[in-house]
């Protein structure tokens, strides 16, 4: 049995990938890949995603980058989306259309550290997809 990741005030941080799956087909949630544009060349990138590495988020927020982080971070050169862009963008998604922010990485983890920075700045509405993209993938 796998842990759930929960909030300070026991709300589950993560989400089910089926669940995420079918909430973004009603539309009624944003897919926000939080992984570096070379992941994404590698990889490939997840369909109606919206893409906002979550380095270049934190550097947006003002947090300090671990130096893993920063060396991750240098090895890309950083998008020109600023501050406000980012912050129109979500308020777009989650206040104007109601709609349920789940973030995605890799595995799971930057994922959930994306959304514990979204709920600290008030979208109480954010989640992770558990697993990330590997398990998102595995559901087709």
């Known amino acids: ?18 669940v995420a799956r079918a909430i973004v087909a009603l539309r009624i949630a944003t897919l926000i890949d939080v992984r570096q544009p070379i ?3 590698l990889e490939g990138t997840v369909e109606a995603a919206e893409s906002i ?11 300090v980058l671990t130096e893993t ?6 090895s890309d050169a950083p ?15 989650h206040y104007q259309k109601g709609n349920v922010l789940l973030c995605i ?15 600290s700045m008030g979208y109480d509405r954010a989640f992770s997809v558990t697993g990330g993209v590997r398990a998102w993938r595995e559901g087709r």
């Open 1 to 18: 049995m796998t842990s759930q990741a929960t909030s300070q005030n026991d709300t589950p941080l993560e989400i089910n990938p089926d």
């Open 39 to 41: 992941e994404l060349e």
């Open 53 to 63: 590495p979550l380095f270049d988020l934190k550097k947006l927020l003002g947090h």
């Open 69 to 74: 982080e920063q060396e991750i971070l240098d």
């Open 79 to 93: 998008t020109p989306k600023d501050a406000r862009f980012f912050l129109s963008m979500i308020n777009k998604y």
């Open 105 to 119: 990485c890799n595995s799971g983890m930057r994922s959930l550290h994306a959304t514990q920075l979204l709920r």
